[in-house]
């Protein structure tokens, strides 16, 4: 973990500030409302009971049980969970990178450096890929990460450019290190210039396509005259998805 100066320094060296967004604050009002049929269901239960109207003690009781034990065992301990992991959190974009206050803490990532980790649910051939949740984890090659809040606003635009601006901004440099015989790992999958490595190995020149299916991300190579799924990954393991995504386009098309 990076010290308080060094974080300053990082942010120093984003440059320009753009825009930011930050957390919403989730709507209690729902939980009030039930809140309050508990309170006058208990009540009426009560009165029912003490004044011998049976039958109505016992109508009030159901709803009292049902939306309490919703209220105690999900709704508070949810409503709880949200005000403290989102409180104060936000995402601010600069010219170079983000910076990021949770309650992890403050972390600033550059776009050149970011690494991201997403669900990804489907994807094909000269298609983007779309999310299967809108939760995304970025960091940097030294291992440090931080999850972006939920609470966030906004994350429906932040989101897809974010990968956009971290893929062109990562590009150039991947494709040289693969020019200079270097191997990118991208979680369970190792790519060199010329192939693909998972549980099993493949050349570039084998390879058919690469899907994403219901969460998987696999490669299909061409044996026997047919196309076989080589290997396939949940896409939440694959770092920089959209990365691989674009230079597995790129190296097959050579």
Not at 79 to 102: C, K
Not at 166 to 171: G, I, Q
Not at 179 to 196: W, Y
């Amino acid at each position: 973990m990076r010290s308080v100066d060094a974080e300053r320094e990082m942010v120093s060296a984003l440059g320009q500030y753009s825009h930011g967004y930050t957390a919403t604050r989730p709507d209690s009002r729902v939980h009030l409302v039930s809140g309050t049929i508990v309170a006058v269901s208990g009540l009426t239960a009560i009165i029912g009971f003490t004044m011998g109207a049976t039958a109505l003690g016992v109508l009030a009781t159901i709803p009292a049980a049902v939306l309490g034990a919703r209220l105690l065992l999900w709704d508070l301990p949810w409503l709880a969970a949200r005000l403290g992991s989102d409180h104060g959190a936000r995402l601010d974009w600069f010219e170079h990178g983000i910076v990021v206050t949770s309650c992890q803490g403050v972390r600033a990532v550059r776009f050149d450096e970011m690494r991201v980790w997403r669900r990804v649910a489907e994807g094909a051939e000269g298609s983007a890929l779309s999310p299967m949740s809108l939760t995304y984890r970025v960091g940097t090659a030294s291992g440090e990460a931080v999850t972006i809040p939920a609470g966030i606003r906004g994350r429906e635009q932040w989101g897809p450019a974010l990968v956009r601006v971290a893929v062109s901004a990562r590009l150039p440099g991947a494709r040289a290190r693969l020019d200079a015989g270097v191997r990118l790992e991208f979680g369970p999958f190792r790519i060199t210039r010329t192939t693909v490595h998972g549980n099993q190995v493949a050349l570039w020149i084998q390879v058919r396509r690469i899907t994403v299916h219901e969460g998987l991300i696999g490669v299909w190579i061409r044996r026997g005259g047919k196309d076989v799924l080589l290997q396939a990954y949940p896409t939440e393991l694959v770092n920089d998805i959209d990365l691989f995504w674009a230079l597995s386009r790129d190296l097959r098309s050579e």
